[in-house]
Every structure is written in structure tokens, then in C-alpha cells.
């Protein structure tokens, strides 16, 4: 089925790119770039994002844009995203697939959840109809999540290593889509608290012991946060809410069936406006169902969301994020209310219905991505053209194949281009959300940086610099000693070395690698080194996945 969603849309050669895009393929191109020539591990951007040695390799997860970069080895440009999308609604079928029916021992109902939850518009236009990568894979994973909180609150607390999987691809996906998870965890907990006066201890140790896996599981991306970003004076994505769609959105978006940022289906929103009438409060699902209800209004501007803009709830950035925990929610309900329907036809009536179900939601989704699917077919104008040398432009709303594929890496970003510069770049006015033309052409420090200049004594100087994989060479003559400030974003393990010496890297006034040189030729080497430790927790990540996956077939066999 993943086949026949994706086939049409590869098959045209041409991707619609705005908006995100061009943030996560310049991050897949620079990796692909890395491995080609035999590095493993990418730090900072040499090849793309202007050649400024940005580090958002560090801080923002990119293991699921090493399968893009490596089938980009095999197959074009486009049909490798394309492939890489498949790759991903293909995972997130067959895991909630198998979440639902670790649930419910119910294979019908099932096969229902992983329709309704894979299916689901906005997860559609997370991708490909959108760009929303890291929230694209972290959707995935979120069943896993979900099931391993239920486990260890409600029904056997030694489930706990499927609590601590989850929640480590969520932290190998996307940051703050475990930021998410958390709120919802500990809404969860309370109710659980309030219902049942108390946790066993047994559970309470199930938790912890989860979250030290799960840590274990992850740890690289702890050790550069701690040591590249905490404290360190680097300034990430912005943080408010600036952007809220309206409950009104909302409802037309889904009952349209639109893959939008503010809608989640027209089944999904059935199940919304009728489940109190139908939803068992027997057990857990009334609960479940007054969540999907209030996520949904927490998503819209029925929320006074600009209450909340200087507390850590900011960090959202967009509401409709909660969309994702509304679905997962209502496919629950709506995969029992569903499946109930179906066991009440007729014997011969049912297997029809349920064969008819796999045609029906195709039907669905290529109406959801409607959108997407015009652009492709209307794209004659909007084809991306190679910019002139000095030519500047940011990349919205452009059409590409796989002969300019490479052209966009020479256009800015629509969204962080200058994410995870130096605070000392950063505040010259420039107010969260700022959109990425006026953040580096009305900020001169950013500017200068974007633009590769150099500068000696605080005067633009000539240079020649080669790329390397998170390094540059930098080739420098100066006729005296001389203070140095190159266009080289500086991060804590930022190193540089000047004719064979290993030389110490000060902090420009606009946050780049600062060098005090000699007169004459200088062949500097400016490039980033993580600390040790980095290495060493990759071999405890490795041996903690290795040692999880084997306690799971031990449990099974056990059996």
C-alpha cells in the first residue's frame, strides 16, 4: 500500500520544496557529501548553509537523515526523498500495527488504528506534502511511546525497556516532540494518581528504570548538548507562539479532509463530535477521550497561547504539534468503534467491508494531498532556477527536479539558515521569528558571515579555502602579524591549526573563530573535534540498544 501512495508522486521527478526544505536537505546533502568521502560522523555544515561551519548537526537529531543520505547513493535526488518518505509511513503502519495489537490482542482492530493513525491528514502534511522531518519521524515512534506509559501505569510495570525504546527514538528524532510527550506523560500520571490514590512502588521503579535506559539509549546527543549548547552562548530556533490556527480552521480542514497543518481527518473529527455519546466509561477510554478533546482545543486559538509566550510551554513554537497526540487518541477509540461495526455485518458482509477499507482510505489520502499533487502538475513557472554568482534569494514555493537539485543549496533557507549562530550574532535587535531575509541582511554580523568574509584587523582581506568534512582550509598571506576573524561559526569544539600547529581559537565580536597569525603565508585549518566522551557514549549507546534488543528476545522465548 506504501508503494502505491508514493509511486505517483516519484514518478513525476519533481519535488515541491518551501518552508522546512531546504533546513533538512542541505543537512542530508552535507552528510551524503561527508560519507562519499569516508566520514562517518557530520558535525558542521562545510558544503551547504553558505559554508559557515553551522553546527545544527549537533544539536538537532539527524540519525533518520542518515537513511535518506545513504539512498541517495542508489537512486536520484527525488526518488530518494521519496523513498525515504515511503521508508517512514511503511515503519509507522507496521508500528502501530503492532502497538494496537500488543494493546488489544485484536488484529481488526488493529489494522483499523494503523490506518487511521498513518493516514491521518496531518500526518500527511507533515510529509511529504510539508517538510516537518523531525516531527515526521518522531510520529513514527510515538505508538511505542504511548503503549510503554500504558504498560507501566496500568498493566505490567516490567514492560518498562518498551517505555525507554520509545522514548530514545523520540529523542533520536526530534527534541522537542519528547518535550511533548512529557507534558502528556505527566497529565497521564496525576489522573492515574487521582484515580488510584497511589502508585506502586514497583512502578515508580519501572519509570525511573525507563528513563535510565532511555538516556542510555540516546546519550550522544546529551553529551554535545551539554557540551556544545547548554550555557555555551549558542542560540537555537526561537521560542514563542506566534502562529495559531482557529478552531474554525480546524473543523473545515477536516471535514475537507485536507492534508493541513490544522486538520486531523473527517473520520478522526466523527469520532471527535460523537465519541461522547458511544465511548465506554468503563475504563480508560473516557479519559482517553476527554484528552483528544481538550488537545484539540489546546491546539487552537481558543488557548490564550500569548499568555504563555515567556514560560517554557513556549518552546511549541506552533500548537497544531498537539494534533499528533489528538489522532493517536482518537484512532484508539475510533480502530474499537470501528472494528465493533464491522463484526456486526454479516459474515460475507464484514470481509467485504474490511477489504473495501484499504481502497476507500487510499482514496482518502490522495484527496488529502491534493495540494501537493497541483503543484506538481502546475509546476512550469515555479521551476527553481540557478542563481548568479553574488546573487542572493530564499528558497519558497520553488519546483525541483533532479537536474537543479544541486542549484538549491545556493539559495537561504526559509527557515534555519542562521539557527545555532553565536547569542553574539544574534543581537543586533533581532526579535524571535524573524524572518531569515532581515535576520541576515539587516544584521551586518550575520550578514558578513553568510557572505564568507574575512576579515584582518577588522578590514575584508582575500583568502582561498577548500571544504573538507568538518573542516575547512583556509590559505591566508599577511605582510604582519595580524588578528584574524574567519567566516566559521565557533562552537566549543571548535579547533584550528596554523602551518602544522595546533593554535588557539578565541571568539569574534560576531561569533565566528578568531586567530592571531604571522606574518606571511598562513595555511590554517579551522574544523570541529567533539569531546572524547562523545565516542565513549556511542559505545554505551551501542551496547545499551544491543543489550535492550537482546532482553526482548529473551522475554519472548521465554514466552
Known amino acids: 500500500m506504501t508503494s502505491w501512495m508514493i509511486y505517483p508522486l516519484a514518478a513525476t521527478g519533481k519535488i515541491s520544496a518551501s518552508v522546512d526544505w531546504l533546513f533538512h536537505s542541505a543537512r542530508v546533502e552535507q552528510i551524503y557529501d561527508n560519507l562519499r568521502q569516508g566520514c562517518k560522523f557530520t558535525f ?29 547513493f542508489i537512486l536520484s535526488p527525488v526518488k530518494a526523498y521519496y523513498a525515504w518518505v515511503g521508508i517512514f509511513l511503511f515503519l509507522t503502519f507496521v508500528i502501530s500495527y503492532s502497538c494496537m495489537l500488543k494493546f488489544s490482542n485484536d488484529k481488526l482492530r488493529s489494522f483499523i488504528f494503523a490506518l487511521l493513525y498513518g493516514l491521518a491528514p496531518y ?97 550522544p546527543i546529551f553529551v554535545l548538548l551539554f557540551s556544545e549548547y547548554f550555557h555555551k552562548g549558542v542560540e537555537g530556533p526561537y521560542s514563542g507562539v506566534y502562529i495559531v490556527q482557529n478552531l474554525s480552521s480546524l473543523f473545515t480542514d477536516s471535514m475537507n479532509n485536507l492534508a493541513t497543518w490544522s486538520s486531523i481527518g473527517l473520520i478522526l473529527l466523527v469520532i471527535a463530535l460523537t465519541g461522547w455519546k458511544w465511548v465506554s466509561h468503563e475504563n480508560c477510554e473516557f479519559t482517553l477521550y476527554v484528552m483528544m478533546i481538550g488537545i484539540l482545543l489546546l491546539s487552537t486559538a481558543i488557548f490564550p497561547w500569548k499568555l504563555f509566550n515567556h514560560t517554557p510551554f513556549a518552546i511549541i513554537q506552533l500548537p497544531c504539534r498537539y494534533l499528533t497526540y489528538a489522532i493517536l487518541f482518537g484512532a484508539v477509540l475510533g480502530s474499537r468503534g470501528i472494528a465493533t461495526l464491522l463484526r456486526k455485518l454479516p459474515q460475507g458482509s464484514e470481509k467485504f467491508a474490511v477489504i473495501a477499507v484499504v481502497p476507500l482510505m487510499l482514496l482518502g489520502y490522495f484527496g488529502a494531498i491534493a495540494p501537493l499533487t497541483n503543484s506538481l502538475d ?182
Open 44 to 72: 558542521i555544515a562545510t558544503t551547504t548553509f553558505q559554508h559557515t561551519g553551522v553546527g545544527s548537526f549537533l544539536f538537532y537529531p539527524d540519525g533518520s537523515l542518515y537513511i535518506w543520505a545513504l539512498l541517495r
Open 123 to 219: 500526518h500527511l502534511y507533515l510529509s511529504p506534502v510539508n517538510w516537518v522531518i523531525g516531527e515526521f519521524t518522531a510520529y513514527t515512534f510515538i505508538p511505542i511511546v504511548f503503549l510503554g506509559i500504558y504498560e507501566v501505569l496500568q498493566r505490567n510495570e516490567k514492560e518498562w525497556p518498551l517505555l525507554a525504546v520509545g522514548v530514545a527514538l523520540l529523542m533520536l528524532s526530534h527534541l522537542l516532540s519528547v518535550a511533548l510527550c512529557a507534558e502528556i506523560f505527566v497529565v497521564l500520571l496525576l489522573i492515574t494518581l487521582f484515580k488510584e490514590k497511589k502508585l506502586s512502588f514497583s512502578r515508580w521503579m519501572g519509570l525511573v528504570k525507563a528513563g535510565i535506559l532511555a538516556l542510555g539509549l540516546s546519550l
Open 378 to 559: 502546475n509546476s512550469a513557472s515555479s521551476i527553481l532556477c540557478k542563481l548568479n554568482p553574488g546573487q542572493h534569494q530564499i528558497l519558497n514555493n520553488k519546483i525541483l527536479n533532479n537536474k537543479n537539485y544541486k542549484d538549491q543549496f545556493a539559495y537561504w533557507a526559509f527557515t534555519g539558515e542562521v539557527d545555532y549562530y553565536s547569542t553574539k550574532s544574534r543581537t543586533l535587535g533581532m526579535r524571535p521569528g524573524t524572518p531569515t531575509w532581515d535576520a541576515i541582511t539587516k544584521n551586518p554580523r550575520v550578514d558578513s558571515i553568510v557572505e564568507n568574509t574575512l576579515f584582518v584587523n577588522g578590514k575584508n582581506h582575500h583568502y582561498r579555502v577548500g571544504y573538507k568534512p568538518n573542516r575547512f582550509d583556509f590559505d591566508v598571506t599577511l605582510n604582519k602579524p595580524a588578528t584574524v576573524d574567519f567566516p566559521v561559526v565557533k562552537y566549543a569544539g571548535t579547533d584550528a591549526i596554523d602551518n602544522g600547529k595546533k593554535v588557539k581559537v578565541d571568539l569574534s565580536q560576531r561569533g565566528t573563530a578568531q586567530l592571531k597569525l604571522a606574518a606571511g603565508e598562513n595555511h590554517v585549518e579551522i574544523g570541529f573535534k567533539p569531546p572524547f566522551f562523545y565516542y565513549i557514549s556511542i559505545i554505551i549507546m551501542l551496547i545499551s540498544w544491543i543489550g535492550t534488543l537482546f532482553l526482548g528476545c529473551y522475554r519472548k522465548i521465554k514466552k
